[in-house]
């Protein structure tokens, strides 16, 4: 048996991984990443390892998917057979490589064909250890009785070397009077000829490891006196694998890839336009967002942009009360209010998650991390538990636990985000006017949302909300869960409200009789009177930090060692709305503080300065910070991030210098005074809210993509609304249309028409951007390098 994790790689760069799952040969991982991706890249890959305490842990196997295969697995739950992992197979980068035939006569008369290899340089090199490698290269002349060899210098500590180096070959030779039969007689044996570049990395000290080869044959040049291009690395002899994969096992996967291509702003505004006018459409079912909810077969995809997009112009409340409305007409039980999985609850899901992040921090964190560090047992199911448990006192641990979370949810009431109070507001007006002889019915309408879909989602899996840095162990998901069970009924109020709890198990019913009390339903009512109330609150970010962020890096040493060098050391970080700073551990003191209203600019940093990639600067009123993530998706987040904080800094700067200042000089500009102006503009700062990171153009591209991608089920709705407008008598639906929902179907069918102009008129410059991009993607270029062999 096996304790088995699994990690997401870009090439070979970790930028997630999973939690541990104890003794098992056949884990469930059952955990979700989504990350924006930063940077080219040849492969998805995903390692499965076995953990090992004392040693290193043991590689199981992996998947590699390439680029250009992703959106064939898109949207699809695959099982990928688990290939072997070895140094051969780890190969990524490209070569720049110039090759030309030269015809030279000795001073003797003798004529001969010399070859003028020149390699350039490589590009993207994979991190060894999580450090770039010293690589080189050895250039080879291959051939029936050839093998000439030469090699170049070691560059250190880079994954993007600039060799600039070229070797010479002798190809043929010939007498001056014999020189065109020769010729014609050795050209068949050129034919034969291939370059070989072979990649090293020079820094194991053992012995050197292959980085991967590119062949090109000599016959590149037969039509051409000059051939260059970027080359893909391979594996040695294309990497033969295994006969014996079947033995690792397989991994399944559910991968979601989209590639938009964002438009300028002008083009966006009337579809945008279309789009926020939908709260006021009469009715709803015919606004142009909730028919873009109607038929997108994921629900999801539809839902996030369409969310964020309401929720940055402020339309989301007028549009969520309308959807959940119409969701009242069709509930007939006010006991299964809001329970299914329509429009209107995956919108209100999706709301709470961008908008309440704040609020489960400075509501949940403290206690959760309290939880996760203890470990203090709570396991309750006789079933489940161990030789030696006492469950008396589990069981007082965990009502320990629940009290103290469940004290600290119905006190938050002032933390609650505006817009949050202002959807449940609307919700306990209409569940009142639709169920009126109900006087449960406002509360299990707000419960619904903040208990079951908020709070106890976030107990059970505070990772996923970012309260957690790590994920817990198999014994404190346990607690969790048990602790989320109870909250999530304590939560409920029609459970409150009757003489049993509405668990299935017998333990936890047992349990769940320490709190029936009526203090606890009183808490409940006042809590859900508090968040669904319309009056004035102050706001907790007034006299609170918001914390935004959180995570361990490197960062340069500001001063200097007794040596007189500077170096680089692990520091936990953390950044609020007020200040950046970090600590040598989590809950330490500071040992650094940079103040928000400090920062100038934040900009990455050009690999070449430190060696080191993933490297990002923080410009402040002091010496620049320089710190480094540990992969390319964290160090985007926290670019991005400390753009959105300090973009409203009156003196940020418009310049920057992109290297950075080491032996009394700038490296970009080779400037030597220190304080000297920056010598390449700064990124513009994210137009978004502190809190909500929204890109308005990027979520209408998004929205556009679905309605391009579902034009089918959009036009079968769009005849399904003219057989109703002509045909008035008992209608018998087809099943092409039968789960639309169509109201009124004239003003249906003219918001169609208006969608469909709209996405012919976007049609077009995508159209001509990709024809552009086609054109453009010379085949052997650095954004298109050549595989493999060449013919």
Not at 15 to 26: A, D, G, H, I, P
Not at 593 to 618: C, D, G, H, R, Y
Not at 774 to 791: C, F, L, M, Q, R
Request: charged fraction near 25%.
């Amino acid at each position: 048996m096996r304790d088995c994790f699994c990690t997401i790689n870009l090439d070979q760069e970790e930028v997630y991984r999973t939690q541990v799952v104890e003794k098992s040969l056949s884990p469930f991982f059952s955990e979700d990443f989504y990350f924006e991706i930063p940077r080219t890249f040849q492969y998805l890959s995903f390692y499965v390892y076995d953990k090992n305490v004392l040693q290193r842990d043991l590689r199981i196997g992996k998947v590699a998917i390439k680029k250009e295969d992703l959106c064939n697995h898109s949207g699809k739950e695959t099982w990928f057979s688990l290939q072997p992992v070895d140094s051969n197979s780890e190969v990524q980068g490209k070569v720049h490589l110039e090759l030309k035939l030269n015809e030279l006569i000795t001073e003797n008369g003798t004529v001969c064909q010399q070859l003028v290899v020149h390699i350039m340089a490589c590009h993207g090199l994979p991190l060894i250890n999580g450090q770039s490698c010293d690589p080189y290269a050895t250039v080879s002349l291959v051939g029936p009785s050839r093998n000439d060899q030469k090699k170049t210098k070691v560059k250190k500590k880079t994954s993007n070397p600039q060799f600039n180096e070229i070797f010479y070959f002798e190809v043929t030779r010939s007498s001056s009077y014999t020189r065109k039969s020769q010729f014609q007689v050795e050209e068949e044996d050129i034919e034969k000829l291939e370059i070989r570049i072979d990649l090293w990395n020079n820094g194991n000290l053992v012995q050197d490891v292959f980085l991967g080869e590119i062949k090109v044959p000599v016959n590149v040049l037969r039509n051409d006196a000059s051939h260059q291009a970027w080359y893909l690395l391979q594996p040695r002899d294309n990497g033969n694998k295994s006969s014996k994969t079947d033995e690792l096992g397989s991994l399944r996967l559910n991968i979601c890839y989209t590639e938009d291509c964002v438009l300028p702003s002008e083009y966006y505004g009337p579809l945008k336009t279309l789009l926020l006018k939908s709260p006021d459409v009469q009715p709803v079912s015919a606004s142009a967002a909730y028919i873009l909810g109607e038929i997108c077969r994921d629900k999801n995809e539809a839902v996030l942009p369409l969310v964020r997009l309401l929720l940055h112009h402020d339309k989301l409340v007028p549009f969520a009360t309308a959807v959940a409305d119409l969701d009242l007409k069709d509930t007939q039980d006010a006991n299964t209010i809001f329970r299914g999985n329509s429009l209107a609850t995956r919108c209100l899901d999706e709301m709470m998650k961008i908008v309440g992040g704040h609020y489960l921090k400075v509501t949940l964190k403290p206690i959760l991390d309290e939880i996760c560090e203890s470990s203090k047992p709570c396991e309750i199911d006789p079933i489940k538990l161990k030789e030696g448990d006492n469950v008396e006192n589990n069981k007082e641990n965990l009502r320990y636990y629940v009290d103290k979370l469940f004290s600290t949810i119905v006190r938050s009431s002032m933390s609650c985000p505006t817009v949050m109070c202002d959807v449940f507001y609307s919700l306990r007006q209409m569940a009142t006017k639709r169920f009126p002889n109900d006087p449960h019915v406002q509360y299990s309408a707000v419960s619904s949302f903040v208990f079951l879909r908020f709070f106890a989602v976030a107990v059970v899996s505070p990772h996923t909300f970012h309260l957690r840095p790590h994920h817990p162990d198999a014994q404190t998901i346990r607690t969790l869960t048990l602790i989320s069970k109870t909250i999530q009924t304590l939560g409920s109020w029609g459970s409150l409200s009757k003489s049993k709890s509405s668990f299935k198990e017998t333990f936890m019913c047992e349990f769940f009789k320490m709190f029936q009390e009526e203090a606890y339903i009183i808490a409940v009512k006042k809590f859900l009177d508090e968040i669904s109330s319309t009056e004035t609150k102050e706001s907790s970010g007034t006299s609170e930090p918001v914390h935004l962020k959180e995570g361990e890096m490197y960062k340069r040493a500001q001063g200097r060692t007794r040596i007189g060098k500077k170096n680089f050391k692990k520091r936990w970080f953390c950044l609020t709305s007020r200040e950046l700073t970090y600590h040598k551990q989590p809950g330490k003191d500071a040992i650094y503080t940079i103040p928000v209203k400090n920062i100038l600019a934040v900009e990455k940093l050009e690999e070449s300065s430190f060696n080191k990639k993933n490297m990002f600067q923080v410009i402040h009123t002091e010496k620049p910070l320089y710190v480094q993530a540990n992969n390319c998706v964290e160090a985007n987040e926290w670019i991005d991030v400390l753009c959105r904080v300090s973009r409203c800094n009156q003196n940020r700067l418009s310049v920057y210098h992109p290297a950075a200042y080491l032996n009394g000089n700038w490296l970009c500009c080779q400037e030597t005074s220190e304080s000297t102006l920056g010598c390449k503009p700064c990124t513009a700062g994210i137009p978004a809210d502190i809190q909500i990171d929204i890109d308005e153009d990027r979520e209408t591209e998004r929205i556009y993509s679905l309605f391009n991608l579902n034009m089918p089920k959009l036009q079968k709705m769009e005849e399904a609304c003219g057989t109703i407008a002509v045909y008035q008598g008992p209608q018998k639906e087809p099943d092409d249309y039968s789960n639309f929902v169509i109201e009124d179907s004239v003003t249906t069918f003219k918001t169609i028409q208006q969608i469909k102009s709209l996405i012919e008129k976007l049609d077009e410059p995508h159209e001509k951007y990709r024809k552009k991009r086609s054109s453009s993607a010379k085949y052997g270029s650095k954004e298109n390098p050549i595989v493999g062999k060449t013919s």
